[in-house]
């Protein structure tokens, strides 16, 4: 598997659908599931990955603005997602 088989916390809306169905399809290990509640069923479902809205999003970036200037990035493996999330950090 991919990521070192890193636990995988896709969005699940937008252009993130496609992504998390090719996840699930490859049967990788770790992907984090939310719990949603499917008004059709009429009861809650596990959802692979998460959902973002204009609130969540700015909290995850923010969280992560944060960790970045406290020199916590180090924390995400990935040193590339310093330079690609950079600019939606705030300038205060």
């Not at 636990?7 to 996840?23: A, K, Q, R, S």
């Not at 992907?31 to 990955?49: C, E, H, M, V």
């Amino acid at each position: 598997h991919f990521y070192n088989t890193a636990y995988l916390v896709p969005e699940f809306n937008g252009p993130g659908v496609l992504t998390t169905h090719l996840i699930v399809q490859s049967g990788y290990p770790k992907l984090y599931y939310s719990q949603r509640f499917n008004t059709a069923a009429q009861k809650w479902t596990d959802q692979p990955g998460f959902s973002t809205d204009q609130k969540t999003r700015g909290r995850i970036i923010d969280m992560f603005d944060i960790a970045i200037e406290n020199d916590q990035s180090s924390d995400f493996r990935v040193r590339y997602q310093e330079e690609t999330c950079r600019p939606f950090a705030r300038m205060s």
